[in-house]
């Protein structure tokens, strides 16, 4: 069982920036998808980005630009980097973990919170 932890949400004034960390624990491979999503009050789960191994990455349009998601492997960690943040941004951003067989984790969300 892979389990995902966050940290780096928090307050921003629109057009500042946050980095936020998921440390993944348990049986990790760097082909596993790893990734974050983002759920806005009374909106759906969304993709913001994912990455695998480090090299094929994949952006929602409405991000890309001004995010950047990174990947550490030798620490099981996977960063995201957001830069110009504008009030929609403002959501419950989740680290998710996808390996073979449809496994999948999720971790228990952090708040980011961008002031106009």
């Known amino acids: 069982q892979v389990q995902l932890v966050e940290s780096g949400g928090g307050l921003v004034q629109a057009g500042g920036s946050l980095r936020l960390s998921c440390v993944a624990s348990g049986s990790i491979s760097s082909i596993d998808v790893m990734g974050w999503y983002r759920q806005a009050p009374g909106k759906q789960r969304e993709l913001v980005a994912t990455?695998?191994?480090?090299?094929?990455?994949n952006y929602a349009d409405s991000v890309k630009g001004r995010f950047t998601i990174s990947r550490l492997n030798a620490k099981n960690t996977v960063y995201l980097q957001m830069n110009s943040l504008k009030p929609e941004g403002t959501a419950v951003y989740y680290c998710n973990w996808r390996g073979l067989e449809d496994k999948e984790s999720w971790g228990q969300g952090t708040q980011v919170t961008v002031s106009s």
């Open positions: 990455i695998i191994s480090g090299s094929i990455i």
